[in-house]
């Protein structure tokens, strides 16, 4: 069975650094991409970046100056980071795989 | 960036109705290798999104045959026939042929 699940903290401060991990079971990352989704409170969905198959990323413009994202496929685990977080980086967090299947996301809190 | 533009933003229907849920895009989602990424979502309330269709018309697999996608170019539409209580939420449309992905900002389907 696929699985995806978002781990990490659900509050960080302000100019401070996100770390999230996606933990994948059920198929291999060296066969299928996996993306990272944000979604704010009540509003609509946000592309935020892609773990290749292949080990290569991709990012959205937007957030590609604070953005990394990075894998351990020895643990079936996908990392983002983002860095000098602001409230508007206020979201559930979700990773997908290939848009057919969703972890239940994670909701992280910008806040002092 | 591609924009996408989804109408109505919200729908009122009956249970039985059949309703069309529009998604334009700025610009054509037709990739070099013939295949166009245009993917409908479905997200419940509290529950992460759920592909429905992907390739504009392709039904993702578990999806009942009431939904249906079209289009091509520019111009996408998602039908239900015969609106159940279960289809209620927001549906988006997705484009992966250009990068940053980017969503429709939501069509939220509510009971009459």
């Known amino acids: 069975e696929v699985q995806l699940k978002e781990s990490g903290p659900g509050l960080v401060q302000p100019s401070q650094t996100l770390s999230l991990t996606c933990t994948v079971s059920g198929f291999s990352l060296t066969d299928y991409s996996v993306h990272w989704v944000r979604q704010p409170p009540g509003k609509g969905l946000e592309w935020m970046g892609v773990m290749w198959s292949g080990g290569s990323t991709a990012y959205n413009s937007a957030l590609k100056s604070r953005l990394s994202i990075s894998r351990d496929t020895s643990k079936s685990q996908v990392f983002l980071k983002m860095n000098s977080l602001q409230t508007e980086d206020t979201a559930i967090y979700y990773c997908?795989?290939?848009?057919?299947?969703w972890g239940q996301g994670v909701m992280v809190t910008v806040s002092s | 960036d591609v924009v996408l533009t989804q109408t109505p933003p919200t729908l009122s229907a009956t249970i039985g109705q059949s309703v069309s849920i529009s998604c334009r895009s700025s610009q054509s989602l037709l990739h070099s290798n013939g295949n166009t990424y245009l993917n409908w979502l479905l997200q419940r309330p509290g529950q992460p999104p759920q592909l429905l269709i992907y390739l504009v018309s392709r039904l993702e697999s578990g999806v009942p045959n009431r939904f249906s996608g079209s289009g091509s170019g520019t111009d996408f539409t998602l039908k239900i026939s015969g609106v159940e209580a279960e289809d209620l939420g927001v549906y988006y449309c997705?484009?992966?042929?250009?990068?940053?992905?980017?969503f429709g900002a939501g069509t939220k389907l509510e009971l009459k």
């Open positions: 997908t795989r290939a848009g057919n299947y």
């Open positions: 997705v484009q992966s042929t250009h990068a940053p992905y980017t």
